[in-house]
Structure formats: C-alpha cells, structure tokens
Nanobody, 116 residues
Framework: QVQFVESGGGLVQPGESLTLSCAVS????????MGWYRQVPGKERDLVAT???????NYLDSVKGRFTISRDNAKNTMFLHMNNLRPEDTGLYYC??????????WGPGTQVIVSA
C-alpha cells in the first residue's frame, strides 16, 4: 500500500514563501496524476494543484501564479513551492494521487499557517 509523508509546513507571515515536500513510499507512474490538497477545519479537502508527468499542471484559481507543483519520479518525491502566501492559504496540506477515483490512504499532512 502506497504511503505519503508530507513535510515543510510552518508559520510564516503574509508575503513569505514555503516549499512543501511529499515523500512517496513506492514509485508512482509518471502518467498518474499527483496532487496537493488543503483542508481547513469544518471544510472539505480542496485539491490545490495537480501534476501529470513533469509538465502538465493545474491549479486552484486562488493559487495560480503563486504556487508551483513539481515532482521527481526518480526520487519518489513531489513538491509544492508556495510564494506570496496569504492568510487564506492557511491549512493542513496533504499529498496524494490527483484524482478522486485514485486516492490512497492519507498521510499525516503538514500544517501551514500564514499570519501576521
């Protein structure tokens, strides 16, 4: 069973940057979409960004131009580079496969707090 472990979260001020990392326990096909999700208390988990292969990406409108998703299949790792962070980016970030029908067990997530 594939496992995901997220890291890199933290407390930052608005306008600052963070890079999240996702370690995957097994190799994921380059053709399979992978994604970053965000959850805040009382709300459903949102799909923030997806990547297929190395270059096909898609983003939630609110993060376009500020977040960049990337993956290194050779190292079973995925990243989310987050720039110009806003308070509304606060949440628990998870990585997983990037389509509802493909989802595996969730990892522990990594907390991002954007606050002045």
């Amino acid at each position: 069973q594939v496992q995901f472990v997220e890291s890199g979260g933290g407390l930052v001020q608005p306008g600052e940057s963070l890079t999240l990392s996702c370690a995957v326990s097994t190799n994921i096909s380059r053709a399979a979409p992978m994604g970053w999700y965000r959850q805040v208390p009382g709300k459903e988990r949102d799909l923030v960004a997806t990547i297929i292969g190395s270059t096909i990406t898609n983003y939630l409108d609110s993060v376009k131009g500020r977040f960049t998703i990337s993956r290194d299949n050779a190292k079973n790792t995925m990243f989310l580079h987050m720039n110009n962070l806003r308070p509304e980016d606060t949440g628990l970030y998870y990585c997983n496969l990037g389509a509802a029908r493909l989802l595996k067990a969730w990892g522990p997530g990594t907390q991002v707090i954007v606050s002045a």
